[in-house]
């Protein structure tokens, strides 16, 4: 019986089964963690068969393609899972390893987001270049001969590569060095945050704020350092209070407009990029990016909607 559970006979068998779950997946939602252990049995017995020398090339593609409807549906399928299972704890009491993907969901849906936002982010970059940040950077962060800002340009990196506790340390040199500087602050502030440190952040904040000429000054830069680390929610409130304090400022509509647009809420960010592109008083490069960002979601849009001219019986349809 052994023997017949190794042979690929048998792998076939199981996939075929891991299939026919799959296929009515809506209705098993239940069963979320025999599915799994199902698939640990196919994953173990693949690693089995090429150990002997199998070729499993037809096999494993079959696989990934079965695999993808697991991954397409993992958020519902981990809120199911958690249902039945701690999954952390079920993971560590059996040893799972990283490479049975399917009980590290949690992990795979994290950095879908990250990849997501890193995605929308090199993608804003490409298509307004410098000029999409251009005036919120240099209307409150500008440059200055001085040693601080090597230790923020380093610790901008570590905080790019993710090095909180790197990024930490060079921000607090550059505190020490420039006492007056509200931005190194505020992204102490937000460096403590993410490490789940609220009440230093806070205090970090607290002085930021004072730093800074008006309070609209503050949540105008944090929202665009909270857009800038994929954290859309958090801008989008400090947008919307910049917008409480002055409902007429041009930066917090441009802000608010990014943020949106970086959430795929095209109606709104159009909607924001219109006032500010109607503002008189605006900066008159804050209206001409607006414009450009408009032109350039219409643009999309348009071209999305365009029907293919290599399918004309569809379009006919």
């Known amino acids: 019986m052994e023997e017949k559970r190794e042979t690929i006979g048998y792998l076939r068998e199981i996939i075929e089964r891991y299939k026919s779950f799959l296929l009515d997946i809506d209705n ?5 963690v025999q599915i799994f252990n199902l698939r640990d049995e196919i994953e173990n017995l693949l690693r ?3 150990e002997k020398g199998a070729d499993l090339s037809v096999e494993r593609s079959k696989l990934d393609s079965l695999d993808q409807v697991i991954k397409g549906r993992a958020g519902s399928i981990l809120r199911d899972v958690k249902k039945l299972v701690n999954i952390a704890s079920y993971r560590e009491e059996r040893k799972i390893p ?13 950095n879908k987001k990250r990849a997501k936002q890193k995605k929308w982010l090199i993608r804003s970059g490409i298509a307004a270049g410098i000029l999409i940040f251009v005036y919120l950077i240099f209307q409150f962060v500008v440059p200055k001969p001085s040693p601080w800002v090597i230790y923020q340009e380093r610790g901008d990196k570590l905080l790019q590569e993710g090095d909180l506790n790197g990024a ?3 921000y607090k040199i550059a505190t020490q060095l420039a006492p007056k500087e509200a931005i190194n602050y505020l992204i102490l502030g937000i460096i403590y945050e993410e490490k789940g440190m609220p009440l230093t952040s806070q205090s970090y904040f607290t002085k930021a704020k004072k730093l800074y000429s008006h309070p609209l000054d503050f949540y105008i830069q944090r929202g665009m350092t909270y857009l800038q680390r994929g ?4 801008a989008e409130k400090d947008a919307n209070q910049a917008l409480k304090i002055n409902p007429k400022s041009a930066q917090a509509h441009f802000l608010l407009g990014n943020v949106y647009e970086a959430q ?3 109606p709104l960010a159009v909607a924001e990029y219109q006032i500010v592109s109607e503002m008189k008083n605006a900066d008159p490069k804050l209206i001409v990016i607006s414009r450009y960002k408009m032109g350039m ?8 909607s365009t029907p293919s001219k290599e399918n004309p019986a569809t379009s006919k349809k």
């Open 28 to 32: 098993l939602r239940g069963q979320m």
């Open 48 to 50: 089995k068969l090429s």
């Open 98 to 110: 990283p490479s049975h993907w399917w009980w590290y969901l949690d992990g795979f849906l994290k």
């Open 168 to 170: 930490l340390k060079e």
């Open 231 to 234: 954290k859309f929610g958090k």
């Open 264 to 266: 795929n809420k095209i």
């Open 297 to 304: 979601i219409m643009l999309q849009g348009a071209a999305r």
